[in-house]
């Protein structure tokens, strides 16, 4: 079972960037897909990127063109770069794995701790 373990967050002006890390503890080149997730308070949790085992991204409609999702396989590390942040966007950032269930990606009911991020106005 590969452990995922996030990294990156902080504090940050609206407008500044911050580039997180989701670290696995083994290959993630077999996984189906991987997906960045944030919850703020209140709030339930959302994908926000997502990337496939064969590249395709894909961004919640508040995020597109400024977040970007990346998988280095080599190195078992997926990337979530975010620019243009906004106060919105402070949230607990985690990472997350799927397989194809049906049709559809299903990801694991295991959390990992998370990194918080929190822009500020």
């Known amino acids: 079972q590969v452990q995922l373990v996030e990294s990156g967050g902080g504090l940050v002006q609206t407008g500044g960037s911050l580039r997180l890390s989701c670290a696995a503890s083994g290959s993630i080149s077999s996984i189906d897909a991987m997906g960045w997730f944030r919850q703020a308070p209140g709030m339930q949790r959302e994908l926000v990127a997502q990337?496939?085992?064969?590249?395709?991204?894909r961004y919640a409609d508040s995020v597109k063109g400024r977040f970007t999702i990346s998988r280095d396989n080599a190195k078992t590390t997926v990337f979530l770069q975010m620019n243009s942040l906004k106060p919105e966007d402070t949230a607990v950032y985690y990472c997350?794995?799927?397989?194809?269930?049906?049709?559809?990606?299903?990801?694991?009911?295991?959390w990992g701790q998370g990194t918080q991020v929190t822009v500020s106005s």
């Open positions: 990337v496939t085992s064969r590249g395709f991204t």
């Open positions: 997350n794995k799927a397989r194809i269930d049906r049709g559809a990606y299903s990801y694991d009911n295991y």
